[in-house]
């Protein structure tokens, strides 16, 4: 069965109420990708990231200094999230909040302004005023590109959530992360926090199904213009 039959299976399986049947069709969908494009994927994550790394170190090293500069160090925050099927990884990102903001996580839940599993408050009081720049043009995420180059993440896939959000999912939404969680994907160039849970998951699932070198290729150039306008990013 090709990918565009089992996608058709997928959308086709609807109860009598309208609802949506969980149907685990992913894993299929992805096992069908040609083994020369998942090659092809990883070479170019290695090779661009390493390279994005050198052409992108003046700005690590403003980044470190603006950090260090209003609050101390650590520059760097790590926190584990969920990897290809739900393997946990340590991702790296530029720390954007002030040093007590884990302690107080469980205070925040009740203001979260997202939907289903996943944790956004637009105007959150424990990121800093370096943090709300970087936060806006994404630079704090650039730390993840010694994430890709590790092989924890790809420079585009399913962007990765707790470890603790990603186990309370049903086995529908886990699919999301069949593949490696990524930098940008749909939901990056679509609008970002803008875009409830329910929809975030069906642009995974989407990108699952249209993984291609052609749709990587196009998804990074739409993440450029994205990135400078900030829609949807804090």
């Given at each position: 069965m090709?990918?565009?039959?089992?996608v058709r299976q997928e959308q086709d399986i609807i109860e009598a109420s309208g609802r949506k049947i969980i149907n685990l069709i992913y894993q299929e969908v992805y096992d069908h990708k040609a083994n020369i494009y998942k090659g092809i994927k990883r070479a170019f994550d290695v090779v661009a990231s390493s390279f994005a790394l050198i052409v992108l170190s003046p700005i690590f090293l403003i980044t470190a200094i603006a950090i260090?500069?209003?609050?101390?160090?650590?520059?760097?925050?790590?926190?584990?999230?969920?990897?290809?099927?739900?393997?946990?990884?340590?991702?790296?990102?530029?720390?954007?909040?002030?040093?007590?903001?884990e302690s107080q996580f469980q205070r925040m839940q009740a203001k979260n302004e997202q939907t289903g599993h996943a944790?956004?408050?637009?105007?959150?009081?424990?990121?800093?005023?370096?943090?709300?720049?970087i936060r806006k043009y994404s630079i704090d995420e650039l730390p993840q590109l010694l994430n890709?180059?590790?092989?924890?993440?790809?420079?585009?896939?399913?962007?990765?959530?707790?470890v603790n959000q990603m186990e309370e999912c049903n086995a529908y939404e886990k699919q999301r992360l069949i593949v490696k969680p990524g930098l940008t994907c749909?939901?990056?160039?679509?609008?970002?926090?803008?875009?409830?849970?329910?929809?975030?998951?069906?642009?995974?699932?989407?990108?699952?199904?249209?993984?291609?070198?052609?749709?990587?290729?196009?998804?990074?150039?739409?993440?450029?213009p994205?990135?400078?306008?900030?829609?949807?990013a804090y």
């Open positions: 090709n990918d565009t039959a089992l260090l500069l209003e609050d101390g160090g650590p520059v760097f925050f790590t926190q584990e999230r969920a990897g290809k099927d739900l393997k946990p990884f340590k991702i790296y990102k530029f720390r954007s909040m002030y040093k007590n903001a944790f956004k408050i637009k105007d959150d009081p424990r990121i800093t005023h370096v943090g709300k720049f890709i180059i590790k092989g924890d993440m790809s420079i585009v896939g399913p962007r990765p959530i707790l749909y939901w990056q160039v679509g609008g970002r926090a803008n875009i409830k849970w329910d929809e975030w998951v069906e642009l995974d699932l989407k990108y699952i199904s249209d993984m291609s070198i052609s749709t990587d290729i196009k998804l990074i150039l739409k993440t450029i994205v990135v400078f306008k900030s829609d949807g």
